[in-house]
C-alpha cells in the first residue's frame, strides 16, 4: 500500500483536532453506528478539561488505497519540543490557520520549523463560516508570513483549501462546494511526496516515549531505512554514536485509526511503534547491530524558565498526599525529562530541592498539575528566567513576540502597562470588529504574572499569544508586585468573624474554615508591607444582648487563583504548596523571626 506521512500544525484553537475527527470519520474508520467522542485525540484529562492538545499523537487512515499516518502536534509555544521532534517524522505539513484570527505566533514557530526543514505546506483555511471571517486577507499574511520566514519559490506556492472542519467540508474557492473533505484528501495524495527509503540495514529516529503496563516501554518513530520485525536484534545509540544498550523486539506496533495494533513488519518510511529495550529514550537511533553511526536529531531550543520544586516541609505536610519524599519527587522528575526533551531537571546542594528548566510557565504548570493528580505533595518556588551570556560576557535574556488582540478602547492600557514591563510595541493595527491587534517584543521576565493583569485591565475582552523569540542584551529591572500580603500568625481553622474584620486590611484568598498555619497568605495586603493578622479569633460571647450586635456576617467572596495564576503571582521569598486537595501560598521561611533576619541580611549584602 502507497503511503504519505504528514502533521497538521496550527495555533491553539484554530481546530486540528475537530478536523483530525472529521478525516477519520469520513475515511471509514468507525463504522457507521459505531459511537464517537468529540475531541478524539486529546486522550489526555488535562487536555479534554483546558481543550488544547499537550502531546503529540499519530493516528492513521487509508483514502483511495493510500495509507495516511496523521501526527496532532501541540497548538501551544510552550510545548514546541514536541513539535520539533515529530517533523522528522513526515513528509508535509497541513497548516491551519483561522479564517478570522489569521496567522498568530504559534502558526509562526511551527511553520518556521517546517519549512527549515524542507517540508512544503498545504495550507487549510479553517472556521470560513464565522460571519467575521476574513480568508483573502488572511491568505496574504499567511504569504507575508512564509515570505519573511525565508521559504524557498517552492514553498511559496503553496496549494489553498478553504472550509469548516466542524461543519465537516473543505473546497478549492471560499464558497465552493461543501460537500466532504475530499479535496484536502486529493490534495495530501497529489502534493505529498512518498517517503524515501533509503538503502541499508534497520534505522529509527526515537521520537516519542511512553510507558505500557504489559509491553514496558514504547518507542515511536519513521523508519528510516530497512525493516523492523518482532524477535529482531537491536541496539540504541545516542547523538553521539555511543550504544546505550542492546536486545530485541519484543512487538513492532502500527497505528490503525486511534489503536495502536501489532504488525510482523515496520517497512521503511512508515511509522510504528517498538518495544523490548528498557533504557533507550527519545532522540536515540535505534539500529540493527552492524550499524555504527546514527541519524542526527535537531536540535531543541533552550529552555527560557526554571522553578525550584522542593520537598513540601509545611506543618500540613503528608496530610493530603501520599508522595512527599524527595526520593520519589526525584524519581518523577527524571521520569519526566525522559520523555519530555524540552525540560531539564538539575539538582542542588540541598537534597530535597530541584531546579526544573523548560520553555514556559504553561509546560511546567502541567507537569505540576499531573503531579498533584497522581498524590504528589511539593512546594515550588516562583518562575525565573534562564540567563545566557555573549561572547564578551554581557548577560542575555529570553525575549518573546507577545500578539494580543483587545477592544480598542483598552489599548492604551494595555500598552502602557507592557511598556512598563520593558516591552517594545512593534505594531498595531486595527483587526476587525473593532478590535486592535498589538504586536510586542517583550522579556519573559516581564510577563511573568501579566496575564491576570491583563485580563483586569481589559474586563477579560483580551486575546493573549506569546512564543520565545530570540536571546537580548538584558532590558534592566523590571519593578514586581506593588503590593504586600496577609500571613497567618498561628495554626487552626480560620473564622468567618475574623476575616470579616480584616476585610479592611485586604481582599482574602482562603474561605472560613480554611486549615492555615503561621506564614501561610491568607490575603492581599492594600500596602506594600506583609502583615501579620489573626485569622483565628472568634466573637467574644457574653450573656448580654442588644439590637443589632448579632447580625449575620457576610463575607466578600475571596480571590482564588488557580495553579499558574498562584506561580505568577508569589514573590521570591514564596511559594505555592502544592497537593491533590489544595493550593496554598506561603513564605518559604514560616517563621517571623528567621524572615526578619533574611531580609537584614539581604539589605546588608546590597
Known sequence: MKLRNIAIIAHVDHGKTTLIDVLLKQSGVFRDNQRTEERMMDSNDIERER?????????????????????????????????????????????????????????????????????????????????????????????????????????????????SAKQEWMSLEPAGPQESMSPLFDMILEHVKEPESEEGEFRLLATTIESDPFLGRILTGRVASGVATPNM????????????????????????????????????????????????????????????????????????????????????????????????????????????VALKIEETAEADAFIVSGRGELLLAILIENMRREGFELCVGRPRVVYQEDENGKRLEPIEEVIIDVDE??????????????????????SGGGRTRLVFNAPTRGLIGYQAELMSDTRGSAIFNRVFHEYAPYKGAIQGRNTGVLLS??????????????????????????????????????????????????????????????????????????????????????????????????????????????????????
Not at 480560620?494 to 491568607?522: C, Q, S
Open 233 to 340: 536484534a537491536i541496539k540504541a545509540l545516542t547523538r553521539d554514536g555511543e550504544v546505550v544498550e542492546t536486545g530485541r523486539i519484543s512487538k513492532v506496533l502500527a497505528f490503525r485509526g486511534l489503536e495502536r495494533s501489532a504488525i510482523d513488519e515496520g517497512e521503511a518510511g512508515d511509522i510504528v511503534s517498538i518495544a523490548g529495550l528498557t533504557k533507550a529514550t527519545v532522540a536515540d537511533t535505534i539500529v540493527a547491530p552492524q550499524v555504527t553511526e546514527p541519524i542526527q536529531a535537531q536540535p531543541i531550543d533552550p529552555p527560557t524558565l526554571s522553578m525550584m520544586f522542593r520537598v513540601n516541609d509545611g506543618p500540613l505536610a503528608g496530610t493530603e498526599g501520599s508522595k512527599v519524599q524527595s526520593r520519589v519527587i526525584r524519581e518523577r522528575l527524571m521520569k519526566e525529562a525522559e520523555g519530555n
Open 51 to 163: 481543550g488544547i492538545t499537550i502531546l503529540a499523537k499519530n493516528t492513521s487512515l487509508v483514502w483511495n488505497n493510500t495509507r495516511i499516518n496523521i501526527v496532532d502536534t501541540p497548538g501551544h509555544a510552550d510545548f514546541g519540543g514536541e513539535v520539533e521532534r515529530i517533523l522528522h517524522m513526515v513528509d508535509g505539513v497541513v497548516l491551519l490557520v483561522d479564517a478570522a484570527e489569521g496567522p498568530m505566533p504559534q502558526t509562526k514557530f511551527v511553520l518556521g520549523k517546517a519549512l527549515k526543514l524542507g517540508l512544503k505546506p498545504i495550507v487549510a483555511i479553517n472556521k470560513i463560516d464565522k460571519p467575521e471571517q476574513r480568508a483573502d486577507e488572511v491568505l496574504d499574511e499567511v504569504f507575508d508570513l512564509f515570505a519573511s520566514l525565508d521559504a524557498n519559490e517552492d514553498q511559496l506556492d503553496f496549494p489553498v483549501v478553504y472550509g
Open 489 to 606: 500568625n498561628g495554626d487552626g481553622n480560620a473564622v468567618a468573624f475574623a476575616l470579616f474584620n480584616l476585610e479592611d486590611r485586604g481582599p482574602m484568598m482562603i474561605d472560613p474554615g480554611t486549615k492555615v498555619y503561621a506564614g501561610m497568605i491568607v490575603g492581599e495586603h492594600t500596602r506594600g508591607n506583609d502583615l501579620e493578622v489573626n485569622v483565628l479569633k472568634g466573637k467574644q460571647l457574653t450573656n448580654m444582648r442588644s439590637s443589632g450586635k448579632d447580625d449575620a456576617v457576610k463575607l466578600t467572596t475571596p480571590i482564588k487563583l488557580s495553579l499558574e495564576g498562584a506561580l505568577s503571582y508569589i514573590a521570591e521569598d514564596e511559594l505555592v504548596e502544592v497537593t491533590p486537595d489544595s493550593i496554598r501560598l506561603r513564605k518559604a521561611l514560616l517563621c517571623p523571626h528567621e524572615r526578619k533576619r533574611a531580609e537584614r541580611a539581604s539589605s546588608k549584602a546590597s
Open 409 to 430: 478602547e483598552y489599548s492604551g492600557a494595555v500598552v502602557q502597562k507592557l511598556t512598563e514591563r520593558k516591552a517594545e510595541l512593534l505594531e498595531m493595527r486595527p
